[in-house]
């Protein structure tokens, strides 16, 4: 690969990075908002939607506001794969922002500490790494190119009778 294909490869990959680290981190601070300046209130679980293959669940749930509104909100967790302890018509906590009650989540997925998407960070990280030191290596490569390869032995001109050894 050539060095402009192997940085520009290195740099995507730095902003994919970058950018799933950003989107996590947004929804840290709106749940560190829920935690601070939230309400609390009884919901309804609606329905568990399973995630396929890698992906977490979406849980499904309504609750209703003190104006007597319902808001029906969807949920797929930063820290858990599976809502299997739920269940349609189930009691759930709730909380939400009084002014702008569609920034909800579970009460039970505050004070979790480890992100599911640690684990894809890391190995994101782990090929990024790796796509560099190759490029490092590549780059070494051509800057101090190995010995030359001896010349091949012409056959015009340079033969002489064949003596043996004594």
């Not at 192997?6 to 994919?16: E, K, M, P, R, S």
């Not at 009650?101 to 782990?126: H, K, M, N």
């Not at 030191?133 to 056959?155: H, R």
Request: glycine content about 6%; proline content about 8%.
């Amino acid at each position: 690969m050539n060095p402009v294909g192997t940085i520009a490869l290195a740099l995507l990959i730095l902003v994919f990075f970058v950018a799933i680290v950003w989107i996590r981190r947004q929804k840290a601070r709106s749940i560190q908002e829920l935690l601070r300046r939230g309400r609390r209130t009884q919901g309804e679980v609606l329905f568990v939607e399973e995630g396929y293959e890698d992906n977490a669940d979406t849980l499904h749930y309504s609750f209703t506001l003190t104006d007597g509104r319902e808001m029906r909100h969807s949920y797929r967790s930063l820290f858990r794969r599976s809502w299997g302890d739920v269940s349609a018509g189930s009691p759930i906590d709730i909380i939400y922002l009084t002014e702008d009650p569609r920034q909800s989540l579970p009460a039970q997925e505050t004070g979790q500490e480890e992100p599911l998407a640690v684990i894809p960070l890391f190995w994101i990280a782990v090929v990024a790494f790796s796509l560099l030191c190759v490029y490092a290596v590549e780059q070494g490569k051509q800057k101090n190119p190995g010995p030359p390869a001896p010349a091949a032995p012409s056959s015009r001109g340079n033969l002489q009778p064949y003596k043996p050894r004594p």
